[in-house]
């Protein structure tokens, strides 16, 4: 079974222009997460997909961040425009909803923005 | 809001040696878990032990076992027997134990260097 891939591996944009990442989760898994790690330190929550809904997007820094999931497949993160602080990991999750019980989250190789 | 700090950016241990990863947290909540996540250079993230803060033993997982103080709010790994396929970066990483609360919250990580 795959597992969760994120595309690009690695993206290298200037400042101002727009940058799309791409998520595939785990097929079957209604919940989807995007997390970021900006060089050095922790990695943050940003926002929560259940299915096409977005549960919680109290992470996502701001209005340049756009984030969906139509279909309940796979998700989007676009930023735009991009700005230098935008630089860091960007990393994706998926996990299955099983009654109340909150199952392991698998992780994408994560996909490393570069803003310049 | 909850926290949780890794305060050793680097570690590094002599192959067949045994090394231990500190962790802390805050949160005033009892019902939680704790996680350790290991990321392979350029690999997925994945996950390497979970403890449920109402278990009072300490969970393993062959080589790897924690040290769960829940008073103290400390949440070390132990890695026995050090293997160069160890090396990565390690992530302490909480979750709220409310029914529906799926974010995780990550500590900065810890580089993890095995010496042949």
């Known amino acids: 079974e795959a597992g969760v891939t994120q595309f690009p591996s690695h993206s290298v944009i200037e400042k101002g222009q727009t940058v799309t990442l791409r998520c595939d989760p785990i097929?079957?898994?209604?919940?989807l997460y995007w997390y970021r790690r900006v060089m050095g330190k922790e990695i943050k929550f940003l926002l929560h997909?259940?299915?096409?809904?977005?549960?919680?997007e109290s992470g996502m820094p701001n209005n340049r961040f756009l984030a969906e999931r139509t279909g309940g497949t796979y998700s989007t993160l676009k930023v735009q425009p991009a700005e230098l602080e935008d630089s860091g990991v960007y990393f994706c999750?998926?996990?299955?909803?099983?009654?109340?019980?909150?199952?392991?989250?698998?992780f994408g190789q994560g996909t490393r923005l570069t803003v310049v | 809001a909850q926290t949780v700090t890794q305060s050793q950016p680097e570690m590094s241990v002599q192959e067949a040696e045994t090394v231990t990863l500190s962790c802390t947290y805050d949160?005033?909540?009892?019902?939680?878990?704790l996680f350790w996540y290991k990321q392979p250079p350029s690999r997925q993230m994945i996950l390497v032990i979970r403890?449920?803060?109402?278990?009072?033993q300490n969970a393993t997982e062959n080589r790897f076992s924690v040290n769960f103080q829940k008073a103290a709010k400390s949440f070390s790994l132990k890695i026995s027997d050090s293997q160069l396929g160890d090396a990565a970066m390690y992530f302490c990483?909480?979750?709220?134990?409310?029914?529906?609360?799926?974010?995780?919250?990550f500590g900065q990580g810890t580089r993890l260097t095995i010496n042949p």
């Open positions: 999750a998926s996990s299955q909803v099983r009654g109340a019980l909150n199952t392991e989250a698998f």
């Open positions: 097929s079957g898994h209604d919940n």
């Open positions: 997909f259940v299915k096409e809904s977005k549960q919680d």
């Open positions: 949160t005033s909540e009892s019902d939680y878990y």
């Open positions: 403890q449920e803060a109402y278990k009072q």
């Open positions: 990483a909480y979750r709220s134990g409310i029914q529906g609360a799926q974010k995780l919250v």
